[in-house]
């Protein structure tokens, strides 16, 4: 971890890596995110849904 810190602390652009899934480029081109990605995509709203409540209705 010392030596991590050093190269950063060091290097003019240093920067912590990307270790997410969604930063890896080859994860991205087979549609792989990670789970706050997908949770937050699933969490939007559909406007094409159909209401549950009116389907059991009808």
Wanted: include cysteine; proline fraction near 3%.
């Amino acid at each position: 971890m010392g030596f991590l810190a050093i190269k950063i602390l060091l290097k003019r652009t240093g920067r912590f890596p990307n270790t997410h899934i969604g930063g890896s480029q080859a994860m991205r081109k087979r549609g792989i995110t990670c789970v706050q990605t997908m949770d937050a995509l699933e969490r939007t709203e559909n406007p094409h849904r159909i209401s549950e409540r009116s389907a059991k209705e009808s």
